[in-house]
């Protein structure tokens, strides 16, 4: 199987308390947004990466990512990450599956990317998790309503994966229907569509905050699984 990644890249970072976009932070050398391009280049189903950027960052991205020569563009963002990609979907060329990766996950491993290509070719949608490693509640206020059942829930990741066709008439329903998502499954399961679900690695961290860029330290010393 082929496809092509789609990466967001054109949110503000605002949780890192930076004056500039997150994926830029490098670790080590590298730029965030480069690292996380990387693991597409060296994927040999990976045959096409599209990134979506902030308007004034473009040049800065494209700079960034030189010698990348699986990236065949960089889209305008909108205001939510569900916009930028639809943004970037509607930019693309039609493929047979496309996969959504957030530019703030540079340690996603091989060993995910190949769970998710074999899964889609069965299931048309599918996303990767990790198990919960703590109690889980839920709570009103202050106050405990129920223990979760943690057997029975993931925390998830991206890849997600995607026949094309359906992640387009998911984000055009969830586009007309107006439907606020954290993650592109949920608008798959707008649709009513079944979603199945790969092992993620415990790696594999969107870097969101301070003590994110800590942790993706010490899982560059020891090597990401
Ligand atoms: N309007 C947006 C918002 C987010 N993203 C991208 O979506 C990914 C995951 O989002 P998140 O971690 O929430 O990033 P930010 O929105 O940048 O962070 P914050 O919410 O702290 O501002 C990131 O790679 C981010 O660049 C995007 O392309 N367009
Ligand atoms: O933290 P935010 O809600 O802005 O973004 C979350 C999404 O990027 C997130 O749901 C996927 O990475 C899957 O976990």
């Not at 899964?119 to 709570?139: F, N, W, Y």
């Amino acid at each position: 199987m082929k496809y092509t990644v789609i990466i967001p890249a054109a949110g503000m970072g605002s949780r890192m308390h930076m004056d500039y976009n997150k994926v830029f932070i490098r670790l080590g050398d590298t730029p965030i947004i480069r690292m996380t391009v990387e693991k597409f280049e060296a994927d040999p189903d990976c045959e096409a990466i599209h990134l979506a950027g902030r308007k004034a960052e473009m040049d800065t991205l494209w700079e960034m990512l030189q010698g990348c020569t699986k990236v065949k563009g960089i889209h305008e963002g909108g205001r939510e990450r569900q916009h930028s990609i639809h943004n970037v979907l509607r930019a693309i060329e039609p493929a047979d599956y496309v996969f959504v990766h957030d530019g703030a996950r540079p340690f996603v491993s091989q060993h995910t990317l190949d769970d998710l290509k074999a899964s889609v070719e069965m299931h048309q949608a599918v996303i990767c998790g990790v198990k919960p490693k703590d109690t889980l509640k839920r709570i009103s206020g202050d106050e405990v309503e129920e223990t979760i059942d943690r057997a029975s829930v993931i925390a998830v990741h991206t890849p997600q994966a995607f026949q094309y066709d359906l992640l387009m008439r998911a984000y055009q329903n969830a586009a007309e229907k107006n439907l606020s998502v954290t993650d592109d499954s949920m608008m798959v399961e707008a649709l009513g569509k079944r979603v199945h679900v790969t092992a993620s690695t415990y790696d594999n961290i969107k870097i969101t905050t301070e003590e994110d860029l800590k942790v993706a330290e010490s899982i560059m010393k020891k090597g990401s699984e």
